[in-house]
């Protein structure tokens, strides 16, 4: 069994949310086939800032990457959420 890893990009509902701190709160409760490991805050425009996540997890999960866009659809503070990039990690 192989592992992926997933690129995601996160879109908070408002320019006030604390970037670092949703992170914080999305590593803490991760579902036990995904793993966080690492993230990017970065500028868009006029202040508005996104939150690059980096994800692994098997390749041979059943929906793919649905386990990680429905468990960020689950936070409130999250507007929209993008995979970026897929890729298949060497061991």
């Known amino acids: ?11 908070p509902k408002d320019i006030s949310i604390n970037l670092d701190e949703l992170y914080q709160r999305i590593k803490e409760n991760l579902p036990e086939i995904l793993s966080l490991k690492g993230y990017k805050v970065e500028e868009i425009a006029f202040g508005l800032k996104s939150l690059k996540l980096y994800f692994s997890m098997p390749d041979n999960v059943e929906g ?8 960020l659809n689950k936070f409130e503070s999250i507007e929209q ?3 970026e990039f897929i890729s ?3 061991e």
């Open 81 to 83: 959420i993008e995979i």
């Open 88 to 90: 298949l990690l060497r």
């Open 1 to 11: 069994m192989g592992k992926v890893l997933v690129v995601v990009k996160v879109l």
């Open 64 to 71: 793919g990457t649905s386990v990680i866009e429905d468990y």
